[in-house]
């Protein structure tokens, strides 16, 4: 059985966590699988893509069940681990010139909680909750996790998080602006469907450009930030879906945009 489901459909590309027994807890296999069905959100005919998990939960972190080490034997090399996985997973998603929707089903623990903070619209069932995992077994937060935390709830909630390693309900997620919204579990399906295809028929370019300049903000001055709108806007306002969408409003009919990237 595939760790990883992938299907195309109307521009969302849907990749499901596949490994339900083990709450889609990552070994390498998954790593290598979700690697791949990321490489074909790279294709034009791709405008969105949709990550959620099999089963009750959505991701339950590193698969536990490889990291037993014997006593006297040398630890596992957790840096090569976040080094060739985590890490250009994180970046992946935070890099792609596309948006990522991520519908959190059930539990997102450990990296699981972290990987779903990386998408850009996070979107749980109401039952699904989130669980900085890593004190509990001597780990500190990784895959983004300290760096997502302080800035999306605040120094305060990201140190409660991390050091009590507490579970967070999906509405206290929602309340503390770590995630887009909360939604009953039986319209979950629905509601992910429909910002999906949202998203894969809005303008692509502008998508990737507020997702470049949100990016860079964290690190920016004002000045330097209002210096990046104005490149980014010059692009954007040149682009194909650019011109469409004006003309669209002006003309008061519904844009039709392209997609295209450049
Ligand atoms: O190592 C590296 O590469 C470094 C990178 C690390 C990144 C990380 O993600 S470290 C953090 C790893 N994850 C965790 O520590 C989470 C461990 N799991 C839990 O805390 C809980 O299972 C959950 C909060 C996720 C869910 O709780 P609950 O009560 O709903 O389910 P459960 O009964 O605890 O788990 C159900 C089964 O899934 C159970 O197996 P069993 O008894 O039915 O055979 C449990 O052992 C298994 N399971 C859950 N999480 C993992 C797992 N098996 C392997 N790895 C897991 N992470």
Redesign the pocket.
């Known amino acids: 059985m595939s760790s990883i489901l992938v299907s195309l459909e109307t521009g969302v590309l849907a990749v499901t966590l596949n490994r339900p ?3 889609n ?2 070994n390498p296999e998954m790593h290598e699988e979700l690697r791949a069905a990321l490489e074909q959100a790279d294709g034009p005919e791709v405008r969105a893509v949709l990550l959620t998990g099999a089963g ?2 959505f991701c ?8 037993k080490v014997t006593p006297g034997a040398a630890p ?1 090399d ?1 840096a ?3 080094g060739n ?2 890490n250009p997973l994180v970046r992946r998603l935070r890099e792609l010139p596309k948006p990522v929707v991520c519908a959190v089903n ?2 997102a ?4 909680a ?1 990987i779903a903070l990386a998408c850009d619209l996070v979107i749980a069932a109401r039952s699904a ?1 989130f ?1 900085q ?2 004190s ?2 001597g ?1 500190l937060p ?2 983004g996790g300290t760096w997502f935390l302080p800035r999306l709830a605040g120094s305060a909630r990201a140190m409660g998080l991390a050091l009590l390693g507490e ?1 967070l309900s999906a509405e206290d997620a929602a309340a503390w602006g770590l995630i887009w919204k909360v939604v009953d579990d039986d319209k979950l399906a629905a509601e992910v469907e429909a910002v999906s295809d949202r998203l894969a028929s809005a303008a692509t370019q502008a998508l990737a450009l507020s997702k470049r300049a949100l990016a860079a903000s964290s690190g920016n001055a004002l000045a330097t930030q209002l210096d990046l709108e104005r490149e980014l806007q010059k692009l954007a306002g040149a682009s194909a879906d650019g011109l469409e969408g004006v003309n669209a409003f002006l003309e008061k009919r519904a844009p039709r945009f392209s997609g295209e990237l450049a």
């Open positions: 027994d083990k709450l807890a990552f009750r939960a339950a972190g590193q698969d536990l069940s490889t990291r596992i957790l090569v681990s976040l996985y985590y059930g539990t623990a450990g990296a699981g972290n909750s669980v995992a890593f509990r077994i780990l990784d895959s579970k």
